[in-house]
């Protein structure tokens, strides 16, 4: 009766230890999920803000072009991943629409980072210049 009763016990200890090992596998699984969950995060809110100062960088470019240039139509304004953080490409899109006798000029600019990719982020904005602005 003795050896049955250690049989029994080992196999307890066992399946004890075996459902330790399954608690923790399992807690280990959780924080690796939210890990990787944490990075996508991270690289989704860095593109957007990329793409954000891409956009006010096209605003700023837009405005700059125009006052130089009365006559600026836009422009398509790619830059590799060296000029921004190394992490992907990135477009910028001007069009400017003239002014009429019941409009005021309009530029529209469109940011996109990392450029003509699958996740891309894409902003865009609309400002109305002044006649007199220009």
């Known amino acids: 009766m003795s050896k049955s009763l250690n049989t029994r016990r080992r196999g307890t200890i066992l399946i ?3 459902l330790c090992l399954l608690v923790i596998m399992s807690l280990l699984g959780t924080m690796l999920l939210a890990a990787l969950q944490s990075a996508r995060q991270l690289h989704a809110e860095r593109d957007l ?12 470019r837009a ?3 125009l006052a130089e240039q009365p006559d600026y139509k836009g422009q398509t304004y790619d830059l590799t991943a060296a000029e921004i953080i190394n992490q992907g490409t ?11 006798e019941n409009t005021s000029a309009q530029l529209q600019i469109a940011a ?5 990719s699958e996740f891309a982020v894409r902003r ?11």
Request: proline letters at 7%; glycine letters at 4%.
């Open 63 to 65: 405005l700059t072009q």
């Open 16 to 18: 004890v230890a075996l």
């Open 90 to 100: 990135g477009r910028i899109t001007i069009a400017v629409t003239p002014a009429t």
């Open 112 to 116: 996109e980072y990392p450029a003509e």
């Open 124 to 134: 865009s904005r609309t400002l109305s210049i002044p006649a007199n602005a220009n």
């Open 49 to 60: 803000r990329q793409c954000e100062l891409l956009l006010q960088a096209g605003v700023e």
